[in-house]
């Protein structure tokens, strides 16, 4: 199995409440554990429309047997079973589900870079994911 950190963010509905379903859904995913939860972290939009609200951000720090891009398809799946509906890029949205790191893999792809691309910049990413190394 292999260590990796996943970064979770919601700025629609109940953002506490969303964030604990998708940790569950990760959870639950097979040959998946999760092996620590960061606390939550309020944190103001990074970009996108003006007026948006503010997002409710965590990470998980879990193992797993599924490839970078296994992963990430699963993610899409619970992104898109939360409610997630694509719209303008940064926009408001239930869920975000991100990987940010996967053990020592550094991919760069059109559908996938690790580490996350701009993770260093973001106190909203750091934060957590300190608390979970």
């Not at 948006?52 to 699963?74: E, R, V």
């Not at 940064?90 to 550094?106: A, C, Q, S, T």
């Amino acid at each position: 199995m292999v260590i990796c950190y996943l970064g979770i963010g919601s700025n629609l509905g109940n953002r506490r409440k969303n964030i604990k379903l998708a940790a569950k859904l990760i959870g639950a995913l097979k040959d998946t554990k999760i092996i620590k939860k960061s606390r939550f972290f309020d944190s103001l939009p990074c970009g996108g429309p003006a007026g948006q609200p503010n997002f409710l951000n965590a990470a998980l720090k879990i193992q797993t047997n599924f490839s970078p891009s296994g992963l990430l398809k699963k993610l899409k799946k619970i992104e898109n079973e939360l409610g997630r509906i694509p719209t303008v890029r940064f926009g408001p949205r239930v869920i975000d589900l991100d990987i940010l790191l996967y053990g020592d893999k550094r991919i760069r792809s059109k559908a996938l870079t690790i580490p996350h691309q701009r993770m260093f910049s973001r106190d909203f990413v750091i934060k957590p994911l300190t608390e979970v190394l």
